[in-house]
């Protein structure tokens, strides 16, 4: 993987929480997160609420703004 740290997560459940957590480590708003991502601050709202429902291209994008690598055990 890359220089980025890796999360690791074991329930679909977690990523929404640690998407937000990031975000927030980052010192981001979801408006800055949406700006970058080329969305409006509720599609980010949705992405940290239900991710299940976003792209998996989204969620790489989102990783690559937040700085962070995320799998899945």
């Known amino acids: 993987m890359g220089n980025n740290p890796v999360h690791i997560i074991r329930a679909p459940q977690q990523l929404g929480p640690l998407l937000r957590a990031l975000r927030k480590q980052a010192g981001l708003t979801q408006a800055d997160v949406a700006g970058q ?17 976003a792209t998996f291209e989204r969620l790489l994008k989102l990783s690559a703004v937040l700085g962070a690598e995320i799998a899945l055990q």
């Open 37 to 53: 991502l080329g969305v409006t601050r509720q599609a980010v709202t949705e992405l940290e609420n239900r991710p299940e429902s």
